[in-house]
């Protein structure tokens, strides 16, 4: 007879990585948001945070995340491209 394997339970498996600082994951989620309204939906925001941006020297979404002045930088840029795409300004 085979042996028994030992019974785990997947909810109480430690997390490969640390959750977010309370601020970093603040800024992560309002950046965003922001991305999501002002750059026409889900698909065109995703493809700006996770892309390498040569103005911003890096991904989008770490850099707003790690400070407030990375949060600022990478805001304006944002807004940048919505108002050359010609979509609405939220503030």
């Known amino acids: 007879m085979p042996a028994a394997r030992a019974r785990t ?3 109480r498996r430690r997390r490969p990585f640390a959750p977010l600082p309370p601020q970093e994951a603040k800024r992560q989620g309002a950046i965003s948001a922001l ?3 002002l750059l026409g939906g889900r698909d065109p925001a995703l493809t700006f945070l996770n892309g390498e941006s040569a103005e911003l020297r890096g991904r989008p979404i770490a850099i707003a995340t790690l400070s407030d002045t990375g949060y600022a930088l ?3 840029e944002i807004r940048s491209r919505a108002a050359e795409t010609g979509e609405r300004h939220v503030r």
């Open 35 to 37: 991305a999501f309204q």
């Open 74 to 76: 990478v805001e304006r």
């Open 9 to 11: 339970n997947p909810f």
